[in-house]
């Protein structure tokens, strides 16, 4: 097959996703549009770019993982039920999948991966697909971006074992961290609003992501 018949089935069976997105339950069509932007075939190794739109998890390099669509979906919507966010920051950068969906919606994306190869591989890739807003970093997702801090939004696509309320320092009063919690066997995907005094979490259902480990991996 000629590239050009690649890039066409690529984008119908992309729009197929999205049809699978929304009967799934995901009801933010902006959520949708972007989905429908990004093209996730780019961001996975060529010999499973066949699969890039079933609604799976799937190997990247280093035993890390790009997200389900699915829960992609879920969490973008949760970042934009926000009162307009303009400043995101995604702990786990991995395939930059997430943050090229966030990056159709949000004006500043900054974005934290523990593996510096999968940083280059991210940042090269951005710039290859023309996503200027997304700046990203080899870091301890742990600590946050300190220097750019406050944030609207953190969310966190690895899983820590328990809340690190820590990053709530990083986050504006009203802002959102929207993280899953848990070990091998059960996690749950919580947001966490950030009041004046304290905070309150709403549970939002199961999920399964590879954990948020600390330290940094040059
Ligand atoms: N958002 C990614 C999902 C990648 S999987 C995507 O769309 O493809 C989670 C990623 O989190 C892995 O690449 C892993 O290396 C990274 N990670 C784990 N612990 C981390 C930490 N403390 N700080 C930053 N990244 C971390």
């Given at each position: 097959?000629?590239?050009?018949?690649?890039?066409?089935?690529?984008?119908?069976?992309?729009?197929?996703?999205i049809?699978?997105l929304?009967?799934?339950?995901i009801g933010d069509e902006r959520v949708l549009m972007a989905m429908?932007?990004?093209?996730?075939?780019?961001?996975?190794?060529?010999?499973?770019?066949?699969?890039?739109?079933?609604?799976?998890?799937?190997?990247?390099?280093?035993?890390?993982?790009?997200?389900?669509?699915?829960?992609v979906a879920r969490m973008t919507e949760?970042v934009i039920?926000?009162?307009?966010?303009?400043?995101?920051?995604?702990?786990?950068?991995?395939?930059?999948?997430?943050?090229?969906v966030?990056?159709q919606l949000?004006?500043?994306?900054?974005?934290?991966?523990?593996?510096?190869?999968?940083?280059?591989?991210?940042?090269?890739?951005?710039?290859?697909?023309?996503?200027?807003?997304?700046?990203?970093?080899?870091?301890?997702?742990?600590?946050?971006?300190?220097?750019?801090?406050?944030?609207?939004?953190?969310?966190?696509?690895?899983?820590?074992?328990?809340?690190?309320?820590?990053?709530?320092?990083?986050?504006?009063?009203?802002?959102?961290?929207?993280?899953?919690?848990?070990?091998?066997?059960?996690?749950?995907?919580?947001?966490?609003?950030?009041?004046?005094?304290?905070?309150?979490?709403?549970?939002?259902?199961?999920?399964?992501?590879?954990?948020?480990?600390?330290?940094?991996?040059?």
């Open positions: 097959m000629n590239a050009h018949g690649i890039g066409m089935t690529s984008e119908r069976t992309r729009h197929r996703m049809d699978r929304r009967v799934r339950g429908t932007q990004v093209p996730r075939h780019l961001f996975v190794d060529e010999a499973l770019a066949h699969r890039a739109y079933e609604d799976d998890s799937l190997p990247i390099k280093f035993g890390q993982t790009i997200s389900q669509p699915f829960v949760e039920k926000h009162n307009h966010p303009v400043k995101v920051l995604e702990l786990g950068t991995g395939s930059g999948y997430q943050a090229a966030l990056a949000i004006d500043q994306v900054f974005s934290i991966e523990r593996i510096d190869k999968l940083t280059r591989i991210a940042r090269r890739r951005f710039i290859k697909l023309g996503y200027r807003n997304i700046r990203c970093k080899t870091g301890d997702g742990f600590k946050g971006w300190a220097t750019e801090a406050l944030f609207d939004i953190i969310i966190c696509t690895a899983a820590p074992e328990k809340v690190p309320y820590k990053l709530l320092d990083q986050l504006e009063v009203g802002g959102k961290m929207i993280l899953p919690v848990g070990d091998k066997k059960q996690q749950k995907l919580i947001a966490i609003v950030k009041e004046e005094h304290g905070c309150h979490e709403e549970m939002l259902g199961e999920v399964f992501f590879v954990p948020l480990l600390e330290g940094v991996v040059r």
